[in-house]
C-alpha cells in the first residue's frame, strides 16, 4: 500500500537533547513537508523540499533542522535551541504538478519534552 | 503572504441535519487553490474537498459542498445529513507560492446524536 509513515508515534525528549523525526513515502512524490500542530494553533509549515538535495525554511523554521537525501526521506530534527518543542508533528507529501494536488498526510509523532 | 482565517473555534450539529463551518482568507496569488481538511480524533489528516479559485463553479463531494465566493475571498463548507462520523477538527486552507499551504486554526465539530 503506497502512503506516508512516521516515527515513532509518541516521543519523550529531555531537555537540551537533539531529537529526530522519521518521515518515509512511498508514493513516489517530489514534494515534502514538516508541520507543527498546536492546539488552537492550526498547521505551521516548519520546512518544505521539493526536490532531492533541496529545501526551504517555512514560517517557523527557528530550531529545527531537515534533509532530503533521498525522494523517500525527510527526517525532521528538532535542536536543544527549540524552545518549546513539545507539539504534534506531521509530515506530508505532494504529487507534482500543479497546486492543486492534495497534500497526503502521515500519522503524526506526538513529541514531548520532560 | 497568505492568511487563512477561522473565526468559529467549535459549532454542534444534530444528526441528520446541515452544517456550515466558515472561512475567510487572503491571498496575493492570482491562481491559487483552497481546501478543506479532516482531522478526526485519530489525528490522520484527511482531504474532504478542494476549490481552484478561477473556477466559479462550487465544488461538491457526495455530502460535502462549498459555497465559495471569491470577491468576499469567503470559503464556507456545508455538510448535509451530518453523521456522528463527520464528528472531528475541520481546517480549512489555501495554496500559496511553490503550492505551500496556509492553514487556518480549524474548528472543532461535534454531532449530537
Known amino acids: 500500500d503506497g502512503g506516508i509513515t512516521q516515527s515513532p508515534k509518541y516521543l519523550f525528549r529531555k531537555e537540551g537533547q537533539n531529537v529526530t523525526l522519521s518521515c518515509e513515502q512511498n508514493?513516489?512524490?517530489?514534494?515534502m513537508y514538516w508541520y507543527r500542530q498546536d492546539p488552537g494553533q492550526g498547521l505551521r509549515l516548519i520546512y518544505y523540499?521539493?526536490?532531492?538535495?533541496?529545501?526551504q525554511k517555512g514560517d517557523i523554521a527557528e530550531g529545527y533542522s531537515v534533509s532530503r537525501e533521498k525522494k523517500e526521506s525527510f527526517p525532521l530534527t528538532v535542536t536543544s535551541a527549540q524552545k518549546n518543542p513539545t507539539a504534534f508533528y506531521l509530515c506530508?507529501?505532494?504529487?507534482?504538478?500543479?497546486?492543486?494536488?492534495?497534500?497526503?498526510f502521515g500519522p503524526g509523532t506526538r513529541l514531548t519534552v520532560l | 503572504a497568505q492568511t487563512v482565517t477561522q473565526s468559529q473555534p467549535e459549532m454542534s450539529v444534530q444528526e441528520a441535519e446541515t452544517v456550515t463551518l466558515s472561512c475567510t482568507y487572503d491571498?496575493?496569488?492570482?491562481?491559487?487553490?483552497l481546501f478543506w481538511y479532516k482531522q478526526p480524533p485519530s489525528r490522520q489528516m484527511i482531504l474532504v474537498i478542494r476549490?481552484?479559485?478561477?473556477?466559479?463553479q462550487n465544488a461538491t463531494e457526495n455530502r460535502f459542498s462549498v459555497n465559495f465566493q471569491k470577491a468576499a475571498k469567503s470559503f464556507s463548507l456545508k455538510i448535509s445529513d451530518s453523521q456522528l462520523g463527520d464528528a472531528a477538527m475541520y481546517f480549512c486552507?489555501?495554496?500559496?507560492?511553490?503550492?505551500?499551504?496556509?492553514f487556518g486554526k480549524g474548528i472543532t465539530l461535534s454531532v449530537r446524536p
Open positions: 508514493l513516489n512524490h517530489d514534494a
Open positions: 523540499s521539493q526536490i532531492v538535495n533541496d529545501f
Open positions: 486552507a489555501s495554496t500559496g507560492a511553490n503550492s505551500k499551504l496556509t
Open positions: 476549490q481552484e479559485a478561477y473556477k466559479q
Open positions: 506530508a507529501s505532494r504529487a507534482p504538478g500543479q497546486g492543486g494536488n492534495e497534500q497526503f
Open positions: 491571498t496575493s496569488e492570482s491562481d491559487y487553490y
